[in-house]
């Protein structure tokens, strides 16, 4: 058939072209000189390329061509690029025979096995020859291999090789089937497919796959069926690894959120309280997984009863497909909260509720004698799930739903307020209003008077601090208190004077001398009245009597010349400072300015700059240009100003002269930044408005107050550097003549008359006793007698913290004379006590939470503490003021201040386990709290109760008291 085609072929060609050949030979061959370009021997075209295993390419010169056994010759016809090259092939080696362009070879015998033709191409120009070579690969009649075998999915596995006649494959569960593409090595052998016959080279399929192993096997059989091969392939299909969801569906009207997607793990639904438990019906996608829910295992669509607490209930579903491997899905279902706030009752063991009670009314009164001082209230829960929080009385005992609170009264009125807390946080608040009959609370006097000198200002009752001036001669002097309610009883100086009789006569010292006055009313109220008596030094004792005030302790005339002194590192300096001496507005004032190019190279890194001035002026300016100041912070240096009127110790850094340069814009220069440091006497506006402020707020002033202040100018703009991120210590030097003992604390004056505690503690150096104030603020400063005795807190254990707080005005009673030591103390309270004791003004009136209103006494107090970072609030954006306050919570709020009073916190994780290592209760530390709790042990503020924590447990006034006194103690701010 190969013959007869060929020449039937070859006929045709003749026949057609033969003519047009020679015919358009001539016109060819011109054209084809004149396109061709000399050198090409290349080929254009092949006739039957498609026997060829790679497709004819001009520059591709080897060809292999796989011929079946029984094709015993071979023909084709070249084409070159180059109409005018010439070409000569060679078959098995043998001689070159010279072959037209597109005329066929002919039948050319070829061997079984490998057969090489050889084809050269001359160019025109007879300068380049290439040769082409086509491999002819005749099998042999008994060939029963396979050339070639691909499978449409996966890699066969040792790769194919025609000697190599059993395969492993691994496919995917999703590859359900294949089909399989035999190349035999003889195309003239038979192949069949797990028995059934296929052509080569054509794909076989598909072949439906099972889960597991798989035998295909291809049997070859030669031309001659003299030999035949099997090859093998167990294709191995890979479990389902379907480990999805189709469905999750839940009753009691919960909803998913978000709506069910197989690609999605983790949902949420919401259910109300009395929905105690929920059906959960998941659906798989494939049969052949698993699923459980919580662990069990459950059956694919069905309902699954899954009990619910309140509060968030994780649900774990689990499914595990068919190879083993898992997916989770998470559903969380949150369960409200109980919304109940209400009691179900309030009873008590003496005297009746007016109204009687009802859970919805939540206003009470009772009227008790005077003989009734403690009153037990049993509260009803009406919900197990409520908490009670219960100002005015102290927790006793709990009995199921009944509650046991016990109520010490004091004559008067005794508000209980109990708030209920809901499970969702929902309150109602009961309030029972205690009277019981009191006892005169008149703790006036009516007159007061002194043997020697007069009171100043003139005696009212309800002014409770006078000053006196008497001569030297003047060595004592007796007091006449006269009390408004005759049930009422005197002390001066301690000892008891019947009202409206002389005490006996006191001593005078030179200097200041501070009586008390104490009156007590016949209900315990107490009320003290204060006179600072100062006596004259010998050299005024011809003095007259008079009524100076407050400010002429210190006060001394002017001076004309300067006294002072400038030491850098312990060296003095003098010539580093010019130093003037004015008078502006009445007062004299020095003013020193520092020179910064002295500075530059005299000041040490970590240097101290001491400007002492011994000269009595009002008012002492050091002053530097923003370049010195910055020079000093580069060099780490302090600068101390020593005056009369008080000392001022201040690292430059906390000046924040760069801070201070941008308030004036970005091409402010540091040089032309003036900045004064400066130590004065207050005006006699503001020693006025401090005598009406102690008549109020019933203390004595024992040395006049004292402005520090820190201002930077440019070009005719001032500010006032009134904030430091450090407390900054400053010296006012306590007066002669008044023991240390007489100092309470030092005050703070605003300029509408209120008042703030400052840290506070007495030292002595170069022969001179001082107070040293600690604070965050530049003030006006003033050091004041402020003694407390709460007559509640007598043989209290905390006897001496109570006292000691109320008298540096961080810690108030009810009254006078009532602390209440063993109650409860709120959020709200503890958080502005906190806040005093760190010396904070607590005059703020925007509110940082959702629940504290702008008109509640605590607003400030509360706003500072958030802004210090002292308090954060609930993740709801409340704060709860009027919640009681724990003793863990009560620990991290002191930790936190800790941390601003520059104490050191940090506990490493082993060291907190080891610290809280001693008390039984450790385990009942929340995580939250658990660091905090560490730190104020390890600083020694809490040592515990009885080797206990008892961190859940409410803390009390006194406790507080004593805390908070520790506190400011182990940070050296009092002593």
């Known amino acids: 058939m190969k013959n007869v085609s060929h020449k039937y072929l070859l006929s045709r060609i003749m026949t057609m072209i033969g003519l047009a050949v020679f015919v358009l030979l001539p016109v060819i061959t011109a054209a084809g000189s004149k396109a061709s370009a000399a050198g090409n021997a290349d080929l254009s075209e092949v006739f039957r390329g498609e026997i060829y295993t790679t497709a004819f390419d001009p520059g591709i010169t080897s060809y292999t061509a796989y011929l079946g056994s029984s094709t015993d010759n071979y023909y084709s016809a070249f084409k070159t690029a180059d109409p005018s090259a010439t070409m000569q092939y060679s078959l098995n080696g043998g001689g070159w025979v010279n072959l037209l362009s597109w005329t066929s070879t002919g039948n050319l015998g070829i061997q079984y096995g490998h057969n090489t033709f050889d084809l050269k191409v001359t160019s025109s120009d007879s300068a380049t020859t290439k040769t082409y070579r086509f491999n002819l690969n005749r099998a042999f009649p008994n060939d029963s291999s396979l050339r070639g075998l691909v499978v449409s999915s996966g890699t066969l596995n040792p790769g194919f090789a025609p000697g190599t006649m059993e395969y492993t494959m691994d496919v995917s569960y999703t590859t359900n089937s294949l089909s399989l593409t035999p190349i035999l090595g003889d195309s003239s052998a038979a192949v069949t497919v797990n028995h059934a016959s296929t052509a080569s080279g054509a794909p076989y399929g598909p072949i439906a796959l099972e889960v597991g192993s798989n035998t295909i096997q291809v049997n070859v059989t030669s031309a001659d069926a003299s030999k035949s091969s099997l090859y093998q392939i167990v294709v191995n299909r890979a479990k389902s690894s379907n480990a999805d969801l189709s469905g999750l569906t839940l009753d009691q009207g919960a909803v998913l959120s978000p709506e069910f997607a197989s690609g999605k793990t983790s949902y949420t639904a919401n259910v109300a309280n009395v929905v105690h438990s929920i059906n959960v019906s998941p659906s798989l996608a494939d049969s052949n997984a698993t699923v459980t829910v919580n662990g069990s295992v459950v059956t694919s669509g069905a309902p699954t009863a899954v009990n619910l607490n309140v509060g968030a209930n994780e649900i774990k579903l689990v499914v595990t497909a068919q190879d083993g491997s898992t997916k989770t899905y998470t559903l969380t279902v949150t369960r409200a909260a109980s919304s109940n706030a209400a009691l179900d009752n309030i009873s008590i063991d003496q005297g009746s509720l007016t109204p009687a009670f009802t859970p919805t009314n939540l206003n009470y009164s009772v009227a008790l004698p005077n003989t009734a001082s403690n009153l037990n209230l049993l509260l009803t829960k009406s919900d197990l799930n409520e908490t009670l929080s219960v100002s005015g009385a102290v927790y006793h005992s709990e009995s199921g739903s009944v509650v046991t609170y016990n109520a010490s009264l004091r004559a008067g009125e005794n508000p209980i307020r109990i708030v209920v807390t809901a499970q969702d946080g929902s309150l109602n608040t009961y309030n029972i209003n205690v009277t019981r009959e009191s006892l005169a609370s008149n703790a006036d006097l009516s007159g007061l008077s002194l043997s020697e000198g007069e009171l100043s200002p003139a005696f009212s009752s309800s002014k409770s601090s006078y000053t006196s001036y008497v001569p030297y001669r003047v060595s004592s002097l007796s007091v006449t208190a006269s009390v408004y309610e005759p049930h009422a009883s005197v002390k001066v100086n301690g000892e008891k004077v019947d009202s409206g009789q002389a005490s006996r006569a006191l001593h005078l010292d030179v200097g200041m001398n501070l009586i008390q006055v104490i009156v007590t009313a016949q209900d315990a109220t107490t009320k003290t009245y204060s006179i600072a008596v100062t006596r004259a030094s010998d050299s005024s004792g011809s003095s007259s009597s008079g009524s100076p005030t407050v400010s002429t302790v210190n006060e001394v005339p002017p001076v004309a010349s300067a006294s002072w002194e400038l030491t850098i590192n312990g060296t003095q300096q003098k010539d580093a400072a010019k130093v003037t001496t004015t008078n502006l507005n009445n007062q004299t004032v020095l003013t020193a300015e520092l020179d910064k190019s002295k500075l530059d190279s005299i000041v040490g890194h970590k240097g101290t700059i001491v400007l002492r001035i011994t000269s009595t002026v009002d008012r002492v300016d050091s002053v530097l240009s923003g370049e010195a100041v910055k020079l000093l912070e580069n060099k780490q240096a302090a600068l101390e100003i020593q005056t009369p009127n008080g000392n001022y110790m201040l690292s430059a850094s906390e000046l924040l002269i760069d801070s201070l340069s941008k308030q004036w814009g970005g091409q402010t220069e540091l040089k032309d930044i003036t900045v004064h440091v400066s130590i004065s006497k207050s005006n006699t506006n503001m020693v006025r408005l401090m005598e009406e402020t102690a008549g109020k707020e019933s203390f004595t002033v024992v040395a006049p107050p004292v402005d520090f202040a820190v201002t930077a100018s440019y070009n005719n703009q001032t500010v006032n550097v009134d904030k430091f991120s450090s407390y900054v210590e400053r010296e006012i030097p306590i007066p002669n003549g008044v023991g240390t003992s007489k100092i309470t604390t030092a005050i703070v004056l605003n300029e509408n008359g209120t008042t703030r505690h400052i840290p ?67 959020r709200a309270e503890f958080t502005a006590i906190v806040v005093r004791a760190l010396g904070l003004p607590d005059n703020g009136s925007i509110s940082p939470f959702g629940d504290v209103k702008s008109g509640d006494w605590f607003v400030g107090a509360v706003a500072q503490a958030k802004g210090y970072g002292m308090i954060n609030g609930y993740e709801d954006g409340t704060f709860r003021p009027l919640q009681t306050i724990s003793r863990q919570e009560a620990m991290v709020m002191i930790e936190r201040a800790m941390k601003i009073m520059g104490m050191t916190t940090k506990v490493d994780g082993p060291e907190g386990d080891t610290l809280l290592q ?58």
């Open 760 to 826: 506070t503690y007495v030292t002595s150096h170069d022969g001179r006793s001082y107070a040293v104030v600690k604070s965050l603020t530049n003030s006006t400063y003033a050091l004041i007698w402020h003694p407390a005795a709460f007559t509640d807190v007598e043989g209290h254990w905390a006897q001496s913290a109570v006292n000691d707080m109320g008298s540096r005005m961080i810690v108030t009673g009810e009254d006078s004379s009532h602390y209440r030591p063993d109650a409860t103390i709120t």
């Open 918 to 975: 001693p008390f039984s209760d450790r385990a009942a530390v929340d995580g939250w709290a658990k660091a905090a709790v560490a730190a104020v042990i390890k600083n020694g503020i809490v040592d515990g109760a009885s080797a206990a924590l008892l961190p859940k447990k409410e803390i009390t006034r006194a406790e507080t008291a004593a805390i908070v006194q520790r506190m400011l103690e182990k940070a050296n701010f009092i002593n």
